[in-house]
């Protein structure tokens, strides 16, 4: 018997479909998923799907959703502990790695151009924003410490960005295979990369 089948029951329908749906993108591609797909494996009837999701692109809107939420959680986590904005900073670009690693479901399809029309859900933008903001704050307290450069805190933060989205891509489609250690070294690896380039550009 299909073990989702076994669990659903009226109620959870959803959780149970947004989970099927992130276990068909771990195990495939984004053209993989479809409602029908979804529906066998959840192990539930094709119309069930429709009760939730219009279609796949309101299917993909939800994940995307969700996945900005966590990594949004994941970088506001990262900052508590310290009230230094070098490490806070650092503390982000792993966290972000972390969650390219943890949640790379939702990562592939928060940036992997999966809708062909993003501008038709404010939301999202919105929802984005949040997160930026967050890296802001941290990078307008980094630009106020003595040796901060001489730039614009927009061009740190997409320099910042840059670099650990670099990172976590490379690394999350075996790019790096060559460069970079197996198993949890690469988080070190990681971490190290992201402190160099943070405490060169901030601290002499």
Known sequence: MNTK???????????VLISSALEIL????LQDLSLRALAR???????????????????????????????QEHMVKACQGTDDPVEQLINMGVAYYDFSQDYSAHFRLMFGGSLEDKEKHAHLFEQEKKGYDVLEQVIS????????????????????????????????????????????????VVS????FYTRSMFEK
């Open 5 to 15: 089948k076994s669990t659903y029951h009226h109620g959870n329908l959803r959780e």
């Open 26 to 29: 771990k195990e495939g591609t």
């Open 41 to 71: 494996k959840a192990g539930v009837s094709q119309t069930a799907p429709y009760r939730h999701f219009e279609d796949k692109e309101a299917l993909i809107v939800v994940l995307i959703s969700e996945g900005s939420a966590l990594l």
């Open 141 to 188: 307290n980094c630009m106020k410490l003595p040796h901060s450069p001489e730039l614009s805190p927009r061009l740190i933060r997409l320099t910042s960005w840059s670099l650990v989205h670099g990172l976590a891509s490379l690394i999350l489609n075996d790019v790096m295979n060559d460069d970079v250690p197996k198993g949890d070294n690469k988080r070190e």
């Open 192 to 195: 190290e990369v992201i402190s």
